[in-house]
């Protein structure tokens, strides 16, 4: 160990700073880390050797990595980190659902669920602390927004979530598809939110296909229109009301994208996607709200044209929420119209209820709950 790196070893203060400094290379794309590699006068090659051993063996340790030269561990190990976030609580649900809460280096948490089905195991994974679009039904909306993730917080979850879940070594414990649903509007941290989905799409790393990764939004139109340039993947809308009066109360965002907007979003967002691609539709199921034969009609109408998967979500009470779940005999009934018009439809099954683990419960430590009565201060819709 060189002097400098004793002084700092035996000095928590410049630890700090030497941390603040450094990059952290979980946050790296492959051309970012070709970028960094360079920048330090390696060869490119140099990036899809550091991404195996990060992403693919879970190397947090320079040292380890054997197939490069000593000298240059070295210097990693002085400029550059692979930080994690800190795994504040760990919680398995009776139905094999897993969820995190994830402490943040500035002290905020956040959450992340893995998802067991016969066939897959989805991460839901978050993109924001808290959310500015304050939609009325989701608890995270209530927190008002804090910050966006960087890429390396984003990625940090789908590291840990790999890792914990090949430590338990039981089959079928494996990540196959991860949706952007968990905390935060996605699309109103775009590049980051980017960013992590090649990485999760890149062969050294995660290697999911497009059709496994799912950016979810409660239709922020114009980040709408640069996902369609940027990049292929699954795109999945909050829906949830099928005309604008119901909308405008339910996902406020609506009264700057009203529905006609967000509908000829969705079509050219299909447009730029090759042919065999549709949209997910996300529709929370709330009693006496949105859930009435008129309302699957306007549905049908609404999407006519647009290649549509639509997802039924019952209701997920939170205390205070002012809402309660739609009837079995609604659900039901709503998803016999939708059927019989054509359209694909499917009733989410509620998962991990007894973590708190289902859709739109996620909401970080108690004590950031304090930030609801904040929320009408923060930005609201950051982006333009
Ligand atoms: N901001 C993005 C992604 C996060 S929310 C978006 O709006 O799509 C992920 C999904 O959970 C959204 O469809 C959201 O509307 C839904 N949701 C939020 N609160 C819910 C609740 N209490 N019960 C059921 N679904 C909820």
């Given at each position: 160990m060189s002097e400098v790196q004793q002084q700092i070893e035996a000095n928590p203060t410049l630890q700090a700073v030497v941390k603040t400094n450094a990059t952290n290379l979980l946050g790296l794309d492959r051309a970012g880390l070709e970028t960094f590699f360079e920048s330090i006068g390696?060869?490119?090659f140099r990036a899809t050797q550091v991404m195996k051993w990060i992403?693919?063996?879970?190397?947090?340790?320079?040292?380890?990595?054997?197939?490069?030269s000593k000298d240059l561990r070295n210097q990693l190990a002085e400029t550059s980190c692979i930080q994690n976030l800190q795994v504040t609580k760990d919680m398995l649900s009776t139905d094999g659902t897993r969820k995190w809460l994830l402490q943040l280096s500035d002290g905020n948490h956040i959450e992340a669920v893995f998802i067991p089905e016969d066939d897959r195991g989805t991460l839901c994974v978050s993109s924001?602390?808290?959310?500015?679009?304050?939609?009325?039904?989701?608890s995270t909306g209530r927190q008002g927004f804090n910050r966006n993730l960087t890429t390396a917080e984003i990625i940090s979850q789908v590291w840990l979530a790999a890792h914990l879940l090949e430590e338990?070594?039981?089959?079928?414990?494996?990540?196959?598809n991860v949706v952007m649903?968990?905390?935060?509007?996605p699309l109103l941290n775009f590049d980051n939110t980017i960013t992590a989905v090649r990485i999760m799409m890149d062969d050294f790393a995660y290697g999911l296909s497009k059709r496994r990764v799912t950016v979810s939004t409660a239709g922020v139109v114009p980040a709408m229109d640069r996902l369609g340039d940027t990049l292929d993947m699954r795109l999945a809308v909050s829906l949830h009301a099928s005309n604008d009066k119901l909308r405008d109360e339910l996902v406020p965002v609506n009264k700057k994208y009203p529905l006609k907007e967000l509908m000829a979003a969705c079509r050219r967002f299909i447009d730029k996607q090759n042919s065999r691609s549709r949209i997910t539709f996300e529709y929370v199921m709330l009693d006496g709200i949105n859930d009435q034969p008129e309302h699957a009609r306007e549905l049908i109408k609404l999407l006519k044209g647009i290649p549509t998967l639509m997802n039924l979500i019952p209701f997920n009470p939170f205390e205070g929420s002012g809402y309660r779940t739609s009837s079995k005999n609604a659900v039901s009934r709503f998803r016999e119209i939708l059927h019989n018009s054509g359209m694909t439809t499917v009733v989410r099954k509620t998962r991990g209820e007894d973590i708190d683990?289902?859709?739109?419960?996620?909401?970080?430590?108690?004590?950031?709950?304090?930030?609801r009565h904040r929320r009408f201060e923060e930005p609201r819709f950051g982006m333009e």
């Open positions: 390696e060869k490119k992403h693919q063996l879970g190397v947090t340790d320079f040292q380890e990595m054997n197939n490069l924001q602390v808290g959310c500015a679009l304050d939609c009325s039904f989701c338990e070594k039981k089959p079928g414990r494996k990540i196959t649903m968990g905390m935060g509007e683990a289902a859709c739109g419960q996620l909401a970080g430590k108690i004590e950031d709950k304090s930030r």
